[in-house]
């Protein structure tokens, strides 16, 4: 049986991600989200919890990980950071793998990568998708956020590939500076033109 068409979702902070992967779920396209995975392997019972408590004790409870506590003992620490990638990643990609048999007989999925570019994940996928809007909304949306700063804002768009470098690099672009609704006949029209490149009976 031939695979599924494979699209990488991904954009910036504050381009409006997390609404275009609604968007996509409402129209029938199993997406599957890095981010929830993680937080459902390292939350309340979370299979690697007895792993990353081994590694760093003291950082997990009975809700799962403390991450501010967990945070403070990888940040700026390569190694320790190594050490925790080393037990997530392949707990991930196992998740990611469940996804793909399940749904085999799709014409298309999308994965939801936030640090695509970043982490070099372009070349097993069939086609990236790129969430953009113009700056200064981009900047409004994030500063907006419960203890969001300019500062912490500035520090994140420091560790991510520039929009426009993003832009440049996608198959396609869609485009959240506009009303939800003109997004959702972007998305439902890259849809259909997806779905189409690889038919279903």
């Given at each position: 049986m031939s695979r599924p068409f494979i699209a990488g979702l991904t954009g910036s902070i504050g381009?409006?991600?997390?609404?275009?992967?609604?968007?996509?779920?409402?129209?029938?396209?199993?997406?599957?989200?890095?981010?929830?995975?993680?937080?459902?392997?390292?939350?309340?019972?979370?299979?690697?919890?007895?792993?990353?408590?081994?590694?760093?004790?003291?950082?997990?409870?009975?809700?799962?990980?403390?991450?501010?506590?967990?945070?403070?003992?990888?940040?700026?620490?390569?190694?320790a950071l190594k050490r925790l990638e080393a037990i997530v990643h392949p707990a991930v990609a196992q998740m990611r793998e469940a996804f793909m048999i399940e749904h085999m007989g799709e014409s298309l999925i999308v994965f939801d990568i936030p640090l695509l570019f970043e982490k070099g994940h372009g070349p097993d996928l069939d086609a990236v998708l790129v969430v953009s809007a113009p700056a200064e909304m981009q900047r409004a949306r994030v500063l907006a956020r419960p203890g969001m700063t300019p500062e912490k804002f500035a520090h994140i768009?420091?560790?991510?590939?520039?929009?426009?470098?993003?832009?440049?690099?996608?198959?396609?672009?869609?485009?959240?500076?506009?009303?939800?609704?003109?997004?959702?006949?972007q998305v439902a029209g890259l849809v259909a033109a997806l779905r189409e490149k690889n038919p279903r009976d």
């Open positions: 381009m409006g991600k997390s609404a275009v992967a609604l968007m996509l779920r409402e129209l029938g396209v199993p997406v599957f989200d890095a981010d929830a995975a993680v937080h459902q392997l390292q939350g309340p019972g979370g299979v690697l919890l007895p792993a990353i408590e081994a590694a760093f004790p003291g950082t997990t409870g009975p809700d799962g990980v403390k991450r501010q506590e967990l945070g403070t003992r990888v940040f700026g620490d390569a190694v768009l420091s560790l991510q590939v520039p929009d426009a470098e993003k832009r440049a690099r996608a198959t396609h672009m869609i485009d959240t500076g506009v009303t939800l609704e003109q997004t959702r006949g």
